[in-house]
């Protein structure tokens, strides 16, 4: 990432809605999370690729036979 863009980076709120789906049985919750997001975009939103690093970190607190599934995600904004 070229030093223009890091310069550019800050936190986000970003809400996501998942499923943790084990077999039959599966559990619909949501987070509101923190992610570090370019200010600008001068391309494509890159909210998705954040979400998908949060989503990795999430998978290693599964049991066996658990899998997360993303459902929605949306920033939030910094309304004051």
Do not use: C
């Not at 391309?43 to 290693?60: C, F, H, I, M, P």
């Amino acid at each position: 990432m070229s030093s223009l863009i890091r310069q550019k980076m800050a936190h986000f709120k970003t809400y996501i809605s998942f499923v943790v789906q084990n077999g039959e049985q599966h559990i619909h919750d949501f987070v509101i999370s923190e992610l570090a997001l370019p200010k600008l975009n001068f391309y494509s939103d890159n909210t998705s690729q954040e979400v998908l690093k949060w989503a990795d970190q999430w998978r290693g607190d599964l049991k066996p036979g658990q899998k997360l599934i993303i459902l929605n995600y949306f920033n939030i904004s910094n309304i004051k």
